[in-house]
């Protein structure tokens, strides 16, 4: 089916280890993004990509990392989890075209808890 | 840059009853403007959208919401309101002409009680 998948769903490990989030989608949508979602603070912009090989900051990158060498593939990592990263990460895509009037499209998130 | 406040963090309602969902937004330039809807344990969905045109916009579900460029204001509506709306709903504006990014407020959960 098409659509933005997110894997996995749930993921505990501890600190300082390196955990890897992916997000895959159907629609070969130029722009892919990650979110985190934290109580308080809404969404908040982790890391963007508005194609492959090209990535850009959001607000609050540090402690991530990002790749897209595929259209369709956005994971990211973090390279040493601290407790501050347990969140909801949501990955999302759009259309794109640089006209910033198409809707993004969410995955389901993945739940992360970092012991 | 541009900002969006959602009100309220909460808002409790009866079902059949009317709601309004706050939102503001702050930009030195134009926008364009959405809402979104996340039911728990789920992603987003988009409610509706104002790109130009007519200030009202209606979207899924019997939602609406009215643009009002004076008031930087881009509230959410349903006249009357079913438990099945209890959700988490955000508003969300991008830049005209900028990039693809949207700024998300902090969000309103809305619990309609029977």
């Known amino acids: 089916d098409a659509g933005i998948t997110q894997s996995p769903r749930y993921k505990i490990t501890e600190t300082g280890r390196q955990v890897t989030l992916m997000c895959h989608q159907t629609?070969?949508?130029?722009?892919m993004f990650w979110y985190r979602q934290d109580l308080g603070h809404g969404l908040r912009l982790i890391y963007y990509?508005?194609?492959?090989?090209?990535?850009d900051k959001g607000e609050v990158p540090d402690g991530y990392v990002v790749s897209r060498s595929k259209t369709e593939n956005f994971p990211l990592t973090l390279e040493s989890a601290t407790r501050s990263q347990t969140s909801v990460y949501f990955c999302?895509?759009?259309?794109?075209?640089?006209?910033?009037?198409?809707?993004?499209?969410f995955g389901d998130g993945t739940r992360l808890s970092i012991l | 840059a541009q900002s969006v406040t959602q009100l309220d963090s909460q808002v409790p309602v009866f079902e059949e009853a009317p709601v309004e969902l706050r939102c503001n937004y702050s930009?030195?330039?134009?926008?364009?403007l959405f809402w979104y809807v996340q039911y728990p344990n789920q992603g987003l969905q988009l409610l509706l959208k104002?790109?130009?045109?007519?200030?009202l916009v209606k979207g899924i579900n019997g939602f609406e919401a009215e643009f009002n460029k004076s008031q930087t204001s881009f509230h959410l509506r349903k006249p009357s309101v079913h438990i099945s709306d209890t959700a988490e709903y955000f508003c969300?504006?991008?830049?005209?002409?900028?990039?693809?990014?949207?700024?998300f407020g902090k969000g309103t959960k809305l619990t309609v009680n029977p």
């Open positions: 999302a895509s759009s259309e794109g075209f640089a006209r910033s009037n198409q809707p993004q499209h």
């Open positions: 969300a504006v991008s830049t005209q002409g900028g990039s693809e990014k949207l700024v």
């Open positions: 990509s508005a194609a492959a090989d090209i990535t």
């Open positions: 104002y790109l130009s045109g007519s200030t």
């Open positions: 629609w070969s949508h130029s722009y």
């Open positions: 930009s030195s330039v134009s926008v364009y």
